[in-house]
């Protein structure tokens, strides 16, 4: 794959195997997770009570946290009211909740876009290839998939131009506001970061370009993970 073809690739798998001979932490198991959270926040109006509180706890989860709390989340997902055994958008969506914590081996945002696609065009298919797929379904579907290889991008930044960053721009007046943008889900401050760090000296041109481009930005965005030091 070319830069060109990663930056146009509207595919998250592709995007996620041109990556499986990138260093681990790169592919870490928190970028892992937080783009399957990321995926599953665009289904949220989907989501039943414990697979929202789920969400959430993968959303903050520390390394090495117990996980007890969110096991309970992923179990009352499954004894849920709503969770019979009819085939719709929001059972995949919520079963595609249940694959976020370690240990689960499940591609939740397929099933987020599978649902998203059954809901935005009356049709429920379990498959991508399922004959049953409408030219309407699988616009959806691949729709849906553009986005999340957006989302992909802004995670794991772009292998081809690996950014570094120079530790005399991490004064204060950048390392803070950076920790309140991570700690709020305050994306749209990320270009006052921007200029703050561009003050402290920073010339990086794909730093300072992804602080202040539309995003999608989502909790894990390369560029303040580069600043906090989050891998």
């Known amino acids: 794959m070319t830069e060109a073809e990663w930056l146009a690739c509207g595919e998250p798998f592709e995007l996620s195997n041109e990556l499986l001979r990138a260093p681990r932490e790169v592919m870490s198991f928190r970028r892992r997770q937080l783009f399957g959270v990321a995926c599953c926040r665009r289904a949220w109006h989907l989501l039943w009570g414990p697979a929202r509180d789920l969400v959430d706890g993968c959303e903050v989860r ?65 498959e991508p290839g399922d004959p049953a797929a409408t030219p309407a379904w699988s616009a959806e579907y691949a729709a849906e998939r553009a986005v999340q290889a ?35 889900r305050a994306f749209d401050r990320l270009p006052i970061l921007a200029d703050a760090l561009q003050d402290a000296g920073c010339d990086h041109a794909d730093i300072l370009t992804h602080l202040r481009g539309g995003g999608p930005h989502v909790r894990g965005c390369w560029a303040p993970d580069l600043i906090l030091g989050k891998t």
């Open 150 to 184: 957006d989302l992909f991008r802004d995670i794991f930044g772009n292998p081809f131009r690996p950014a570094t960053l120079d530790r005399s721009w991490l004064t204060p007046t950048v390392v803070s506001p950076a920790e309140g943008i991570y700690a709020e």
């Open 62 to 126: 520390r390394p090495g946290q117990d996980l007890s709390p969110l096991r309970a989340y992923r179990a009352a997902v499954a004894e849920a009211p709503e969770a019979d055994r009819t085939p719709s958008p929001a059972r995949l969506a919520n079963h595609a909740v249940t694959h976020l914590l370690p240990g689960r081996h499940g591609h939740p945002p397929d099933n987020v876009a599978l649902a998203l696609a059954g809901e935005r065009a009356g049709v429920l298919v379990p």
